[in-house]
């Protein structure tokens, strides 16, 4: 089943750098410990690969904590990238080359990579890998003159590079594939719920009134003969049902046009959007939409913003279309973590009268079913207060943060 676009499993980028961190620290701790029991021999460049390689484990843990205090941003992940493996290659030019203990830390950097840039960072960091070795080993056999030479071991380490980096890349790249298969399933799931959406309310509306229309038209057909005032009378308020059905049908066509909020352009400005919502709810029905403050701005994943403004535009069309009101007004209140927002309007109310919370609406099924069913899928609920002089929607939803005005 797909969710929301808040339940795709998301990279969190702090949670990389974490890991990346404590993974240099534990490495870089544990190769000191071992270095310090067991020394390399031969022992060249021992003082000063040791006294790097303490320098380095300072920089692992002083980075490590940092991490845990205040996320890098991506420029400070790239720039520890590319000094672990220029210290990796120094390390490996210290320590004998073929015979390096240093020689794993480039795994441990193409597992970074994969973490943080999937499959072009592992290509990127694996070419960088590669380069250093060769030219390393040449350098020690055509220049120092190397006798711990190995060819097959010179053979079996670059082969270990390329299959290890094969093998990161290729889960870099089938996980990035993943990704972008579950946002169009979120994308298409999100489109089916919102035709899933139109189809109720042309059912529930202008379907119904072509069925009923079918009927009185042969009511009128049968009185033409015998009772022609009748049949006008009947003629007539068939006119004025296909005309409010036809305005019905031209507020959701242009709802389905491109550019609108929550359609096709999640993520936009959420006040602009109800302002454009109503100017379309005035031009169709001559409804006036009011925003008694400007909507909040709202920190958090999942188009929530979209949401709300599919909520007021439900909210404000049923008031126009079923209510005959010619004034709607909008309220925003954020507070402890829930999004409070009120639509009132000046019709003739629902078929009840009184006020009735989330859970009664429910068992009673009274109210917008739609609506109803779109707040408890984010987790929200819905109280209604109708009357003879309007009626008013308070709505409740959860919000991971606010921001803006409320």
Do not use: C
């Not at 066509?253 to 005035?282: M, N, S, V, Y």
């Not at 006036?288 to 007021?312: F, K, M, N």
């Not at 609920?381 to 008013?392: D, F």
């Amino acid at each position: 089943m797909v969710g929301s676009p808040a339940d795709l499993p998301e990279r969190p980028h702090t949670r990389v750098e974490r890991i990346a961190a404590l993974g240099r620290l534990v490495l870089t701790a544990s190769t000191v410990l071992a270095l310090t029991l067991d020394p390399p021999q031969p022992a060249r460049h021992a003082a000063a690969t040791h006294a790097l390689l303490l320098a380095y484990l300072v920089y692992a843990a002083a980075f490590a904590i940092y991490t845990f205090w205040r996320t890098p941003g991506a420029t400070a992940g790239l720039v520890t990238h590319v000094l672990d493996l220029v210290l990796i290659s120094v390390f490996v030019y210290l320590t004998d080359f073929m015979v390096s203990p240093f020689f794993a830390y480039f795994t441990f950097a193409l597992v970074v990579s994969t973490m943080r840039w999937q499959w072009r960072g592992v290509l990127g960091t694996a070419l960088f890998a590669l380069l250093a070795f060769n030219l390393l080993t040449f350098y020690a056999v055509n220049v120092l003159h190397d006798r711990d030479f190995v060819l097959n071991r010179f053979i079996l380490r670059n082969l270990f590079l390329l299959v290890t980096a094969s093998l990161l890349g290729y889960l870099g790249w089938f996980e990035e594939q993943l990704r972008t298969e579950l946002g169009r399933r979120v994308k298409n799931a999100a489109a089916a719920d919102e035709r899933v959406h139109l189809a109720r309310d042309l059912h529930d509306g202008v379907l119904q009134t072509l069925t009923g229309t079918a009927f009185q038209l042969q009511t009128a057909e049968r009185l033409v003969e015998h009772e022609p005032t009748q049949a006008r009378m009947v003629i007539g308020g068939l006119q004025q049902m296909i005309l409010n059905e036809q305005r019905d049908l031209r507020f959701f066509i242009q709802e389905l046009k491109p550019g609108h909020f929550g359609a096709t352009d999640e993520g936009g400005a959420l006040g602009p959007a109800l302002q454009e919502l109503g100017q379309r709810l005035e031009s169709v029905w001559g409804v006036r939409l009011e925003l008694a403050q400007e909507p909040p701005t709202l920190r958090q994943d999942g188009g929530i913003e979209s949401e709300i403004y599919r909520i007021v535009q439900e909210a404000a069309a049923n008031a126009a279309r079923h209510g005959q009101a010619t004034l709607v007004t909008v309220t925003f209140a954020v507070a402890g973590g829930r999004l409070r927002i009120g639509v009132a309007d000046n019709g003739h109310g629902f078929p009840f009268h009184g006020q009735l919370d989330h859970a009664r609406l429910t068992a009673t099924r009274q109210g917008p079913r739609s609506l109803r069913e779109r707040v408890t899928a984010l987790g929200g609920t819905l109280g209604i207060e109708s009357g003879a002089a309007g009626s008013r929607l308070d709505i409740v939803l959860p919000v991971a943060g606010e921001g803006g005005s409320a």
